[in-house]
């Protein structure tokens, strides 16, 4: 890609763990100045409390490809498919340039994109019986994608890093709600704006579920706030943080995918659930500018408003 030559690979999560390094794991690391350095410090807190779990309890755990420097190698060759197999189809040849043997002996392997994901790897392997989870025995043998870059130079290697990492946009806390399927307060919070109960159940209904007048949710799930015009009662995200003040209020704490890791039981969800949403359904009951604005969406922005505001009767 541009001037950059890469080559993609699988290898298993202990053969990775095994000869792939940090950055300040070289033996230069301690002499190079602040312009040869091209890695940033690991945050051991946030592999062994989130990573390492996420590993060893997950069935359906699954990382982007690894970036791996290749740092002054005695030997890195890559030789085509097509050069070692002779006789091969017309119709393999083009598709046989693209697939090959790469021998790398000698010099380093550090990770430039993924040491938290290479130090989860290694602190399963490496754990033993103090670890717990179902998975551990089986995330050694994981097929991890790498990518591997033969270094340049400190200035290229530093450009890769830097703009691998600046133009990887993170989802928005509004996307995690949407889409998290382990996360037990978002999946309760989507729970809440659906057209019926969830798993299965007769009710109680989801209570926030009212349209805007134009066809539209009256919960605000594109953006994080609200346009002072916007015909809405609250946001998503709004939503999700009220699930998780509700849900510890009646003793059911620490239900986010943070603290939980994998999906709570169907069991779980139902009690949560029910607790959440018979919350909203009894307060606005009696909340009078909800009950009003369901009638006349258009006055939603006005009875959201800060300042006072007269009700129509």
Same mark, same amino acid.
């Given at each position: ?102 021998? +790398?002996?000698?010099?380093? @392997? /550090? ?6 994901? $290479? ?5 399963? *392997?490496? &754990? ?58 978002? +999946?309760?919070?989507?729970? @809440? /704006? ?6 299965? $159940? ?5 209570? *926030?579920? &009212? ?64 607790? /959440? ?6 307060? $606005? ?7 009003? &604005? ?20």
């Amino acid at each position: 890609m541009g001037s950059t030559d890469y080559y993609l690979a699988t290898m298993k999560a202990r053969e990775l763990a095994a000869v792939a390094m940090m950055a300040a794991e070289l033996p230069e690391w301690t002499t190079w100045s602040v312009f040869e350095r091209f890695q940033r410090e690991l945050a051991m807190k946030r592999v062994e409390k989130e990573i390492v779990p996420y590993l060893v309890r997950t069935r359906d755990r699954f990382f982007n490809a690894l970036i791996v420097l290749v740092f002054e190698p005695k030997v890195f060759e890559y030789e085509a498919l097509a050069e070692t197999v002779s006789g091969l189809p017309r119709a393999y040849k083009s598709a046989a340039e693209q697939m090959g043997f790469l021998t +790398i002996d000698g010099g380093n @392997l /550090v990770v430039l994109d993924g040491q938290h994901r $290479l130090g989860a790897f290694r602190g399963v *392997l490496t &754990a033993g019986s103090e670890l717990t989870g179902e998975y551990v025995d089986a995330v050694a043998e994981d097929q991890v994608s790498v990518l591997f870059v033969p270094h340049e130079s400190f200035e290229k290697t530093r450009r890769i890093f830097n703009k691998v990492n600046r133009y990887a946009k993170p989802t928005s806390p509004t996307d995690n709600i949407i889409t998290s399927e382990d996360d037990g307060s978002a +999946i309760v919070t989507r729970w @809440l /704006v659906e057209e019926s109960p969830p798993l299965g $159940l007769a009710g109680p209904k989801p209570p *926030l579920n &009212a349209m805007d007048g134009s066809g539209e949710p009256i919960v605000e799930w594109r953006q994080q706030t609200l346009r002072p015009e916007a015909r809405k009662f609250t946001t998503l995200s709004a939503l999700y943080q009220m699930t998780l003040i509700i849900l510890t209020a009646e003793g059911i704490a620490g239900f986010d995918e943070k603290h939980m890791i994998n999906r709570p039981s169907d069991e779980q969800l139902t009690r949560a659930y029910k607790f /959440v949403a018979d919350w909203w359904t009894r307060t $606005l009951a009696t909340f009078t500018p909800y009950r009003r &604005a369901l009638q006349r969406p258009s006055m939603l922005p006005d009875f959201r408003a800060y300042q006072a505001c007269r009700l129509p009767r």
